[in-house]
């Protein structure tokens, strides 16, 4: 039950949103309880979690990011973009959600966030759902 | 197999010891070989592993973050705890444990960490169990 | 299906590949679908995924974290290794994969790497598949 969400994003360091693509795959596999993996086959983007109220927190984070990781470090790849591979390093290219109740299980401030750190590009996201053996019967 | 651990915490940022508790629950299960998920549901907390046995390391890595992310950057979110946030993306709101011989496979230094960066706060950890389906047979 | 690989690093830090090995595990796993999940049972090391390509990549990432965690920060712990201590939370110690069509589904300038922060040493990698049952039949 491989499935893939495409994303477009529109800036160099951007957190997009793809809680609702997720869930949907979630929704439509029919799968009571197991877990739900979201993979991002880049090497200049990751997957994180983190608040989905407040926007200021995202802008925060992609700003922070920038002083943590300088583009201007000194890198000696000749694409100029270690930065971006250094931040997929740290934030990590996959995360896993537990499905529980046929839903995604996500704390109450919780979204599910592409992470773009070279962009603006067109990205791949792919999901794979793993159902919970009955382990009780 | 959804199980919940919970947490109260004592300070700002603080490493909680949950080895014991994951443990109890992957004995209970009754699994003998399979996957354990630990998921942190909250934006400003994560799940880590690491040394379980000096407790200056858990001390050095409290009080290295405080520096690697400064509470007093200049973020914009009004409720003054983007560090937190920023943490939580860099630590990771969840991690997987093997589980082999019906116990946690950890290696010999490690233990499971609850991750406050906001505390102190009562806090949910959910632990999922999957159980590995024989595929010799 | 627990598989182990063994490392044997030459420096202090170093990013090393170990994408051909868990590749062969999958390959002889005979699962053609499910997930694989890596772990580092060490708190002084990691799991990490990068680029596979240019090596400046790799040298870039063990050169910047040297700066990011400096090793004179002032750690407390007495064997003088809290940086890699610091770095095993952040990179994190464990990694899973997609298994798709019998084989590692991986971007294309994606490799999967043991991450050493206080070698040289020998090190061990635990492996496990999870076959993913079918859910539609």
Known sequence: ????????????????????????IVRRSGVNSGLCYVYCPHTTAAITVNENADPDVCSDITRFIGKLVPADFGFDHAEGNSDAHVLSSLFGVGKTFIIEQGDLLLGQWQGIYFSEFDGPRNRTVYVSIIKEEDVQS
């Open 1 to 24: 039950m491989l499935q893939v969400i495409r994303v477009a994003t529109e800036k160099r360091v951007q957190l997009q949103n793809i809680t609702a693509q997720v869930r949907d």
